[in-house]
Structure formats: structure tokens, C-alpha cells
């Protein structure tokens, strides 16, 4: 017995000491961190071999053990290492730890240790890598601390569809050069424009007259004004008049623009038709002449009458995964307004984030708004996408307050822009469904058990085991529970309280619906509950239709209409003995709107689109193909964005053909040629189909959008070949049934739009607003007989170069014709007015 005590009081002992153990006092901020993939095809599997080398820069010796390293990754990684000094665990979502083994050595002040593991997909960019590392000791696990640097290391893969400065040479030798002159001076391309003779000189003392229904458009347009002469308007010449008048029979947002020497004269049906006659006036005011303040604007006389050709015109921003400012929403929205865009989609809720403030449910923003380093999720979620272990900081933690966001909605309501707010259901809501945990829990404490069960989101006892296509495995709602309807009630009411107080109109709420995976719900109590009562429901599938149902009868007794992606009208069937998606026709009355990104091509759902607008559907198409401002620009190391789905230069919204993209498909998702067969058997648009495309929408999705100036390099210019496609008028080029015909016309009308974009709309852009941050693309660069060639996508740009390997700045040479050199230490960069460069092409 006395054994068995000193045995007990021992392991106590130990168990205690271990508990209390000090945590060391290395410090991690002198941890260095780089990664590098080190081989493509690893083993002969479409798996990358990876190297992550971790550099001891202080004066202490990091242990050997008792410490983790926590990051994110957006793909899976192998536990087991081969190096064998670690072994990676995958905790939920993208969040990994590093656990040294046995044979990892103290790391003395200066030494370096190497873990080599596999990842499940091969390197494309450096977006492949693992981001956020920082350090946990086992003794305080509740604390992160933040390591020193994290250096991404070049990788050269060899892979196919590899775009080189040669590729780029050849392409943009297609490009020819227009002289501005004879370019279409107001853009988006308008229905009918004529340029005449003279030009109207715009000056701060030009005159505003009105009917008086277009007033709100003039003060907006005299505060322009302001800023380009750097003073109030005097309003006092009689010779120079910009006259708003109203004009019947243009349609909603059409208008017709006369500059006459003397004169401008702007007319339109409606407020919309006379902010984008304004619109298209500023955009026919010199790129240069916003560089500093004007005294007198040369514009030249032209005679125009424009209409859009899509009703609705969207550009999508997820600020859920990375929050972005209000300042930058701001920003983003006046350039939407610039190139007539009308739509914003404000992705304001994911497994990551919850970014509005709504009064009745503090916790959204309280818990869902929060990303740091947490065992639990109980106060803040965990870190995801690279934020780190500290709470507070963007991009991985913010939101707007009520405040904000009535100021974002007025922002934009003055510019005609609508803004639709998504909240993400059922799946993507992890964020949701933690913050209504610490809801419960709170309430629960205070022995308020009816009220703290009111809003919950999960059953308390569903045991249902699911994995996302994230890795999350407890992001759903379960749309079985009464609660889930009182949460979403709520939640619309709230928003509704907001457009209302901010005077905005709010038509439309967006509730997600896509990319819930399988097995959720089988094993919940509130599913069985429901089953029992509702003979209908079958299986899990059938809830789908149950959830959007009411979620549609909630939206409807508000007056309001429901949109979703493209899952939200599909229903889960058998296709020769295969699952497959049909339209659903359950809620084809209704004519819900659904934004179809996945035409990905080789996945066989390329003609979704079209199924769901022939069968009723209203469909803004999202297409990945062509309108995914988050994927890489082509495939090249040093491009940023996911590839998933598609590569996506601006070519691609450019070339987009909205009632057939199946006839300009020419790459598949990696950029490689494709066999136009895949598209024999595939819906085409009917007649029908086409009344039922409301419109096209660029999507930014945030997992890679950290700053400011990553989210403008992703958004620009590709958005403008967005406004370009979903404001003019069907070109000809697109509906030439004679092939080579149509290239011709086409390679045509793609070179004046690069010139536009060079000449005009991108030195704007460089100044508009103190500048946006837009992708200057690498020259091309081609060697041949002993000379380097160089060109540029984009007319109108300046290309430097250098001899002795360093990158070109605004001090090195310019390039004006071939380069004769020796060795291969030539470096070429496009550079903008201001002088800020592109990537470097070698």
C-alpha cells in the first residue's frame, strides 16, 4: 500500500512539475523561416516535394522539444515528414502544426534545421506556400508567438503550360499599336460614338445647368471637378455650360452625350442614365490631366448615344477570408462607378470572418470577427489564410460597424450602385456558428436556457462527421433546428434596419449555398426530428430543399428576393446510374437568382449556366473561367493567385462571350489546348435561356488578398475587361460565324482595347484617387541572333533594362530597340508614369 502511495504522490508530482514547467525564454521573433519547393512529380506522383529551413538568429539555443510551429496551408500535407525531424498535423480548416521528433537537435544560435515534407499538389506559384508560422510552447499552448522572417525562395519548375518571357514575346507581337488619335476616347466602349471637330475647354469656372432632377449628379460631378482644378468652381462663365436635361424614351441607364465647343449637353431618361453621361464625360478628360492641378481641360467634341447591354453589372469582394478597410471599399467603389459597374457583392460572411455589426447579435463581430491563435474558438477564431497568433490585426481581423456600413451603402446608392450584401449558408459558416456558441454559453451561465438556445446553429448532440472542401469540419448549419429560422429572421431584419436608416435601396440577400459537403446532418437529432414529421424529407438531400424554401418565404414576407450560388437551384439526381445536378424545378416559379461561377472546363459541368437560365432560372454568370479576379494571371512562379479553376489574364473577361463561351474556349483549367469535342452533348443558350442572363459579375475571393495593393494588382485591369463585356454591345466578333473572320475582327478589337487600356484608362488609374496599384504585366522577351527583343501588353508603357543581374529601376536604361549583350544577366520591367514597376522578366 505504501508503494502504491509514494507511486501515486510520484506521478502527481510529475504531472504537477510538468504543468508548471517555465516556458523558455528563446525569443521567436529570431526565428527565420524560408520555404522552398524543391521537386514537382515527387516519387512519380502529382505531388510536390517542399523544404522548410528554420534559422536561429538570436543568442539562446532554441530546445530541442516542448514547442510546436503552427501555420496555414491551403493544401494537405503528409504527417509524417521526410526528413524525419518533425511530424505536421492538420488541426481544422487550413491550419497545421509542426511537432519536432526525436532526432531534431537544439538549434544553436546561427545553425539551421531543414524539414523536408510532401504537399498533395504540385508548386505552380508561390502562393503554394505555407504562410503565418508562429511558434507555441507546450508548456503556455494557450499563447502564439510570432516568428521572425518568412522568405518565399524562387523555384524554376518545369511543367506544361509554363508561360516564359518568349511566350509573352510572341503574344504581345500580335498587339499592334493604334495612335491615340484614333481610339475610341470614352470607355467602356459605347453603342454609337462620332467624334467632330474642336474641343471644349473645361475650366473651374464652367457653368451646371438643370431641369432640376438631376441635381444629386451635378454636386457629385462638381466635387470631381474640385479635385482636378485643386479648387472650388467659381460657376461664373456663361460661354462654357454643361446643361443635364431630361430627355424621354433613353431607358433606365441610357444617355446621350453632345460636346460642342460651347456646350456639353448630357440627356437621360433617369438620375442613372445622367450619372453615366457624367461618367463617360470623365473619362474623355485626359489620363494626364489628373497627374496635378489643372487650369484649363481640352475635351473633344463628340456626339455619343449609349445603353448598356446587361442590366446588371457586378464586381464580387470576399472580405470574410481578409478584411479590407472601408477607405478601400470606398476606393473600389468609385472606379466600379467610373467603368459602370453597378452592382456590389459584398461577401461579408465565410468560415473565417463575419464582418458586419448588427446590433441585435453583438457576438457576429465580437467572436467572428477575430483571428488569433485559440485552442477553442470559444473567444476568437483561429487563425487561417496567414494572420498570425495576435487578434486585432488585419487583414485577418475587423469589421465595419453600423456606422461604416451605412456610410459604404451611401457611398455607393450616390454612385447608383447596389450594394447586396451575401451571408454565407449553410456551409462556409463556421464563423456564425462559433459566435452563436459563445452566445449559448454566455446565456447559459446566467441561467437564461430559452434565450441562449434561440439562435443556435448546430445541435448540441449531431455527431454527423464531415470534411469540407476547406478541410473544416464543423462549419454547416443544421437547417433541421427552429432556431436556425429565428437566426436568420433576425439577421434580415437587422440588414433591412440598415438599408432603411441609410436610406439605400436593398432588393436582393444573398445566402451562399455552395460547397456543402457530404454526410452533414446524418447523424443529428433535430434531422431525425424533423424526418419524422415531415414525410417529404427522405434523407439529408431533401433538406436543401426544405432550408432554401423557407429562407425564400422569410426573404418574400420582407419584400425582399433571394439570390445564391448556383447549388441554391440544383437538385441532386441519378444520371445513368451517376449523381448528377438538375435544375431544380421546385423553385423555377420564382425565378430565384443564381450566380454561376463553376464552368471549369474538363469538369463536366461546363454548360451549368445555361441549363439553369433554359430552365428559368435568373442567372448572373460568375464564370471561373473567365471572371475570377483571384486566380493567377497565367502560369508562372512569380504570379500571385489560385489556379484551380482557371488561369485568368485579362484576355480572358475580354474575350468572355456571354450567350457562348463554349465558341472561344480554347485552354483548360491548366492552360493547356483543349479538344473542342468536350463540348458535344452540352446545353447551348436558347432564345428563351438568354432573357434569363441578368448579367456578369467579376469575383475577388479573398484567401490571398492581404493588402490593399494585392487586392488592386488582382482587380486591376482585369475588371475593366469585365466593364468592357458587360456594358458594350455584343461584338461582332462574337457572333461571326466565319472563323478566321471572326479572329481577325477580334485580334483587332482586342488591340484597340489594350490600347485604351495603355494609353488612356491605366495612366488614369495611376493617378485617380492618388493611384490605384494595378498589375503592370512582365515584358516579353525574346533572344534571337544574338540580340534580346523586349515588348510590352500594354502600348504606352516605358520598358527598362539592365546588364548586371540587378532588377531595373527608374534609373535604368530604357529600352528602345534590341539589346546586344553577352551572358544571360539581362533583366527587363515595365514601369508606369509614376515610375512604379512590374514583375522583372529574365
Known sequence: ????????????????????????????????????????????????????????????????????????????????????????????????TITPTATFTALKPGAS???????????????????????????????????????????????????????????????????EQQLTKIFPTPASYKETTGTFNLTADVQFTTDGKFSKEILGFEADLQTLFGKKLASKSVANIISLKYKDGLGDEGYELSVQPTAIIISATNAAGAFYGIQSLKTLIPAAAYAHAQKIVEIPC??????????????????????????????????????????????????????IELPTLPELTQIGSQRGHT???????????????????????????????????????????????????PGHARASIKAMDARYRRLMAEGKQAEAVKYLLRDLNDKSEYNSVQYWNDNVIDVSLPSTYTFFETVINDIAGIYKEAGAPLNTIHFGGDEVPAHVWEQSPAYLTLKASHPEISGTGDLWYYFYGRINQLLKDKGLTLAGWEEMGLRKTMLDGKAAYVPNPDFTPYHLQTEVWNNSIGSGQEDLAYKLANAGYKVVLSSVTNLYFDMAHYKSFDEPGYYWGAFVD???????????????????????????SIFIGKQRLTDYGKTNIAGLQGCLWGENI?????????????????????????????????????????????????????????????????????????????????????????PGFTIRYTTDGKDPDTKSKVYNDAVIVTGNNVKFRAFDNKGRGGNVSE
Not at 381 to 387: F, K
Open 1 to 96: 500500500m505504501r508503494r502504491l502511495f509514494v507511486l501515486i504522490f510520484a506521478v502527481a508530482f510529475c504531472i504537477k512539475a510538468t504543468a508548471q514547467a517555465p516556458v523558455p525564454t528563446f525569443d521567436a521573433h529570431k526565428l527565420n523561416i524560408s520555404w522552398q519547393a524543391v521537386q514537382n512529380n515527387y516519387q512519380n506522383k502529382a505531388e510536390s516535394l517542399n523544404a522548410l529551413v528554420i534559422t536561429n538568429t538570436g543568442k539562446t539555443t532554441l530546445p530541442a522539444s516542448g514547442w510546436k510551429l503552427h501555420f496555414n496551408s491551403a493544401r494537405g500535407i503528409a504527417s509524417a515528414t521526410v526528413s524525419g525531424n518533425a511530424v505536421i498535423t492538420k488541426l481544422n480548416g487550413d491550419l497545421f
Open 113 to 179: 534545421a531543414t524539414i523536408q515534407f510532401v504537399s498533395d499538389e504540385l508548386v505552380i506559384n508561390f502562393t503554394d506556400a505555407p504562410e503565418g508560422i508562429y511558434l507555441v510552447w507546450d508548456a503556455q499552448p494557450e499563447k502564439g508567438y510570432a516568428t521572425g522572417d518568412f522568405t518565399v525562395l524562387p523555384f524554376k519548375p518545369n511543367y506544361p503550360g509554363l508561360v516564359t518571357p518568349a511566350i509573352i514575346y510572341n503574344q504581345n507581337q500580335k498587339i499592334q499599336d493604334v495612335p
Open 302 to 355: 463628340v456626339e455619343v448615344k449609349d445603353q448598356p447591354r446587361f442590366p446588371y453589372r457586378a464586381l464580387l469582394l470576399d472580405v470574410a477570408r481578409n478584411f479590407q478597410t472601408k477607405e478601400q471599399v470606398l476606393k473600389l467603389l468609385d472606379v466600379m462607378a467610373l467603368y459602370k459597374l453597378n452592382v456590389f457583392h459584398f461577401h461579408l460572411s465565410d468560415d473565417e470572418g463575419w464582418r
Open 375 to 425: 485552442l477553442d474558438s470559444k473567444i476568437f477564431l483561429p487563425a487561417s489564410h496567414g494572420s498570425g497568433p495576435e487578434t486585432g490585426r488585419l487583414a485577418g481581423s475587423g469589421f465595419y460597424t453600423r456606422a461604416d456600413y451605412i456610410e459604404i451603402l451611401k457611398y455607393a446608392t450616390a454612385r447608383h450602385i447596389t450594394v447586396m450584401p451575401e451571408i454565407e449558408t
Open 650 to 676: 485579362i484576355d480572358k473577361p475580354f474575350s468572355f462571350i456571354p450567350y457562348d463561351y463554349f465558341k472561344n474556349t480554347s485552354v483548360d483549367r491548366d492552360g493547356l489546348p483543349i479538344n473542342k
Open 706 to 794: 492581404k493588402t490593399p495593393e494585392r487586392m488592386e494588382y488582382m482587380i486591376f485591369p482585369s475588371v475593366l475587361g469585365l466593364a468592357e463585356r458587360a456594358w458594350a454591345q455584343d461584338p461582332q466578333w462574337a457572333t461571326e460565324p466565319d472563323t478566321t473572320k471572326s479572329s481577325a475582327m477580334y485580334q483587332q478589337a482586342w488591340a484597340n482595347f489594350l490600347n485604351v487600356l495603355g494609353k488612356r484608362e491605366l495612366p488614369r488609374l495611376t493617378y485617380l484617387n492618388g493611384g490605384y496599384s494595378y498589375r503592370i504585366p512582365k515584358p516579353g522577351v525574346m533572344m534571337r541572333g544574338g540580340e534580346y527583343k523586349a515588348n510590352m501588353q500594354f
